[in-house]
């Protein structure tokens, strides 16, 4: 079996903004979404308040990510990394 339907079954598993940043961070995402996340990553407050008008899955997200301690590693555990 290949390892992207290994992926896909797994993640099912996976709120939204949990398979957003688990695909961002294994850089399983690929073009333009991966290369969202990153600007995200480096956006400043105001733009990151015009990111989340446009892309609110993604910044909730990625906040999570950055102010959730044990979120990130929690979404791992469940994934078997």
Partial sequence: ???SVIF???SAQLT???RVV???QYNLDGGFRHTLMDAI???DEENIEKLKL???VQVSAYE???HEKGWFES?????GN
Avoid at 75 to 79: E, P, S
């Fill in 1 to 3: 079996m290949n390892s």
């Fill in 8 to 10: 896909i079954q797994s």
């Fill in 16 to 18: 939204q903004e949990e």
């Fill in 22 to 24: 688990y695909e961002w």
């Fill in 41 to 43: 990553s480096k956006a």
């Fill in 54 to 56: 446009g892309f609110p």
């Fill in 64 to 66: 999570r990510f950055t």
């Fill in 75 to 79: 979404i791992q555990h469940r994934m």
